[in-house]
């Protein structure tokens, strides 16, 4: 791992080191809201975090794969999968680094993943040669337009 991204997983790891989840336990809103476009069968989840997205695609039958940097966000997303008595498997790694299977999955879900631009463009790449025939890309994030409301986030685009 490169020392930049490095402190990046020190960085969310010192975030998600809270009682109670950061973004909550219920999925995202719009995750939920289209989530029946998937398709049956297996859901990629990237910089999937505490597993609010994970555990609900779990919940709906999907076996589920939630890549994080995060160690412990990602044992905070096995714990909320106990919880709700589904199972989910965590890959901690580096997205800059982590293969995305060809042709492997019936989703990917990316909700506020706040990448670099030149770590986005390869896995969106990479996204779409790993959706199987009718598979479903599930993105919300900014757009630059974001930066003027001085929210949370990146600073750059
Ligand atoms: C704003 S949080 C969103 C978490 C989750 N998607 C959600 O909506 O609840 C951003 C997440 O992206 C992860 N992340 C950012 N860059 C990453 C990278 N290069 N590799 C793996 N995870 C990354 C962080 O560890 C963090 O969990």
Redesign the pocket.
């Known amino acids: 791992m490169n020392p930049k ?1 490095h402190m ?2 020190i960085f ?1 790891n010192d975030r998600y080191s809270v009682a109670g989840h950061v ?1 909550g336990e219920e999925p ?1 809103a719009f995750v939920a809201e289209v989530a029946p476009h998937i398709p049956a069968g297996p859901v990629l989840c990237l ?4 597993g ?2 994970a555990v609900y695609l779990a919940t709906l039958g999907h076996r589920v794969t939630a ?4 160690e412990v ?1 990602l044992a905070k997303a096995r714990r909320l999968a106990d919880t709700h008595g589904v199972e989910i498997t965590t890959v901690t ?4 680094c982590y293969d995305i299977a060809v042709g492997a999955w019936a989703g990917i879900i990316a ?5 670099p631009p030149a ?1 986005r463009r390869r896995i969106h790449h990479d996204v779409a040669a790993g959706l199987m025939p009718g598979g479903v890309f599930i993105l919300e994030a900014y757009t630059p337009a974001q930066l003027a409301f001085d929210t949370g986030g990146p600073k750059t685009s």
């Open positions: 991204l990046d997983a969310w973004y995202n910089a999937e975090g505490e609010r997205n890549v994080d940097q995060s966000g790694a580096d997205l800059d909700t506020f993943a706040h990448l770590v």
